[in-house]
């Protein structure tokens, strides 16, 4: 067998070869993805961003809340559970028909966005967050725009994300006292979160009977998941064997990376759809889009300006175009680095003209934020220092002016004043 | 935004300490954390100012490392079962993908073979429909209008003219930069899921979702009435739909308006608030 026949052992040694490189490619490809968290500036991002459009609508719908998801809706709860029936959707605000119960989860919103932003216990409250968004998007389906889909769609993928490692009151607490995400002592109050977050979801998601639908679907996931998720939890209390932390440690980071790219794929989805969708119109091909889009009256703020644009044929047919190719070729895109930069300049551009002529400034606030995603690190961290320089510059010029400023930082909630301003004045040294 | 405050007064954090750090910032960091009780460190303009190298890391932009650091050795063992997890996970979510494609994508012979699949798993979370403004946007404007039949103490009954309740949502929406849900989506999606539903020419029920979203339309009229002023006198309600076409571009010929008028709908005791 050693050298009796040169001739096999060389076709063989070049299959081994090839069997040897594609193994040791997918030992390294499955190492990687289970160690290294991609993209962790880019998922920080996010969780504000989309937590801010879930916050700000909350807070823009205040009065009108009842008419929208309460009890003076025209679509009464009733006419909600009856449709979701069909689908299999869920609602918190479906569990209680009483005021109470619907002011209460109407702030518990608001809270739970305003700290997913914050980064407060990020993991827990993603899945809080998560729940809220489907809970208010189900109550009443007929009140959502595609703004409000790309959250809901968004908000869950991302409670499989770990997004609060950076730009987060996690990752400030991890500094200050040296404490890592994970498990063992000093991690009771996120425990106590997290259990409040399972109960939240098995209260939600629950099926309607003990037995398990032997459908294996996402939904039959969500019904499930909290059974387990409250032994995990609970199991935080204490440290594990290194072992066990390790196999943990993989399984979230795979689970964010997956999740990555989830989205990603999602964000490219919306935008070949939408493309795909125009290219079968006429009015995209003939250039006359632009003109019946900006003469709808449901989508026009400002008339007089819309008019005066749909006038002019020329941009029309351009924008139109414009819209379309870099709607089917955003994927492609990706691929390049200089043509990508200049999509998701010229897309934001888009996305501002949306929100002004269209009167859609949630949903085009919930696409650039996905845009986002395909940013380069080293430019968010710029843009984040740039930030936080010009505005404790601005602090620092005007001592007086520090107390709302420091209302808007989350240090506001730090227990010791006086580290207020002296944070400040240090950071501003450092960025 | 979060701001970098790690410089507050606490223990400094062992191992959280960011890694390899430019002069400047490296500096910034250490008299922070020396200076506990001194007085704020007179920074000199230079470090005042932004990085000067893009993706030059403040430690607050260094993320949290995990209670496990992504190098610590990990045995065989352990990198066989992650191997499985990670495997495991790649396969649903190259799953999820695929399901959603077909759930996005405009309809074709795969999507149609794989209908009841793609259900299962999409509905009711993942649903989604990206057809905006397409495949061409709408030609025409419309406006739900509607007129109420009162009958009072005498026996009796008054019949209203038509009231635009479009036209009062457009009110709102006009010079509003963040329209609310209320008027922008509330009487547009009302209509739409009822022309879905129903038939155009004799308005008899498609599909089983007739009634409930005749219903809709009939609840949002009357709660409109209410807001107007009307109490549960309120006998009946008539709807019509005023569609405008947009017209090509140069505004000839004039465009003309036509009405799509449905039947009297009494009101139920449980449609008013």
């Known amino acids: 067998m050693t050298s009796a026949e040169p001739q096999p052992r060389v076709a063989a040694s070049v299959y081994r070869r090839a069997e040897d490189a594609v193994g040791a490619w997918l030992v390294r490809t499955l190492d990687t993805v289970s160690t290294r968290t991609f993209a962790v500036h880019q998922s920080a991002l996010l969780r504000i961003g989309y937590g801010l459009v879930f916050l700000v609508g909350l807070i823009r719908e205040y009065f009108n809340r009842r008419e929208i998801w309460g009890d003076q809706s025209a679509w009464s709860p009733d006419m909600a559970r009856e449709l979701l029936g069909g689908i299999g959707g869920v609602s918190l605000l479906l569990e209680s028909d009483s005021r109470l119960w619907f002011e209460g989860v109407y702030l518990a919103a608001i809270v739970i966005s305003a700290l997913f932003v914050l980064g407060w216990h990020t993991r827990a409250m993603s899945i809080l967050f998560a729940i809220m968004v489907v809970s208010f998007n189900s109550r009443s389906i007929l009140m959502t725009d595609g703004g409000d889909t790309v959250l809901l769609l968004m908000a869950i993928y991302l409670a499989f994300t770990a997004c609060g490692r950076v730009w987060s009151l996690d990752a400030r607490r991890a500094r200050r006292t040296g404490i890592r995400p994970g498990t063992g002592p000093g991690h009771e109050v996120g425990v106590l979160v997290a259990l409040l977050a399972m109960v939240a979801l098995g209260t939600t998601c629950r099926a309607d009977s003990w037995t398990p639908d032997p459908e294996f679907s996402f939904a039959f996931v969500c019904q499930w998941i909290w059974v387990p998720g409250i032994a995990v939890a609970f199991g935080a209390l204490w440290r594990l064997p290194r072992q066990v932390e390790q196999v943990r440690a993989g399984l979230v980071t795979v689970v964010h990376n997956c999740a990555l790219f989830v989205i990603a794929a999602e964000v490219c989805f919306i935008y070949g759809a939408a493309g795909l969708y125009k290219v079968q119109g006429s009015y995209w091909q003939d250039g006359t889009a632009m003109h019946y889009v900006l003469n709808l009256e449901y989508f026009a703020p400002w008339p007089g300006l819309s008019h005066r644009l749909a006038e002019n044929a020329e941009m029309g047919v351009l924008i139109g175009y414009l819209t379309v190719f870099i709607q089917v070729g955003f994927v492609f895109m990706l691929f390049a680095k200089r043509v990508k930069y200049a999509a998701i300049v010229v897309l934001i551009g888009m996305h501002i003209g949306i929100a002004i002529l269209l009167g859609l400034p949630a949903f085009s606030a919930s696409m650039s934020v996905g845009d986002a995603l395909f940013l380069p690190t080293a430019f968010l961290i710029w843009t984040r220092s740039r930030v936080i320089a010009r505005l404790t510059a601005r602090l620092r010029r005007r001592p007086a002016a520090a107390k709302p400023a420091a209302a808007v930082d989350p240090k506001a909630s730090a227990p010791d004043p006086s580290d207020g301003l002296e944070g400040v004045a240090t950071a501003s040294g450092r960025a | ?273």
């Open chain 2, 1 to 273: 935004m979060q701001s970098p405050d790690d410089a507050a007064p606490g223990q400094p954090a062992d191992r959280s300490q960011p890694g390899p750090q430019a002069g400047t910032t490296a500096v910034g960091t250490s008299t922070a954390d020396a200076a506990d009780r001194a007085p704020v460190p007179e920074p000199d303009p230079a470090s005042a100012r932004i990085p000067a190298q893009a993706g030059e890391r403040a430690p607050v932009d260094t993320p949290t490392e995990t209670a496990v650091p992504s190098d610590e050795r990990r045995s065989t063992a352990v990198r066989s079962i992650s191997a499985l997890f990670a495997i495991l996970a790649i396969l649903v979510t190259l799953v999820h993908v695929f399901f959603v494609f077909l759930h996005v994508a405009p309809s074709n012979t795969l999507s149609q073979d794989y209908r009841k699949e793609t259900g299962t798993w999409v509905y009711p979370y993942f649903e989604q429909n990206w057809a905006l403004f397409a495949p061409n946007p709408m030609s025409e404007n419309f406006r739900l209008q509607a007129q109420s039949r009162v009958r009072n103490a005498d026996g009796t009954v008054v019949e209203s003219g038509w009231s635009d309740l479009t036209g009062d949502d457009l009110k709102h929406i006009r010079g509003n930069p963040y329209p609310s849900k209320a008027d922008q989506n509330m009487i547009r999606r009302a209509w739409s899921s009822y022309t879905d539903a129903h038939e155009a020419k004799d308005e008899t029920a498609i599909g089983t979702r007739g009634p409930l979203t005749q219903r809709y339309l009939r609840r949002i009229v009357v709660h409109r009435f209410q807001d107007a002023g009307a109490d549960r006198r309120l006998e009946s309600i008539r709807i019509r739909v005023a569609t405008t076409p947009v017209g090509k571009p140069g505004g000839k010929p004039e465009p003309e308006t036509a009405y799509r008028t449905l039947g009297w709908w009494e009101t139920k005791p449980d449609d008013f608030r």
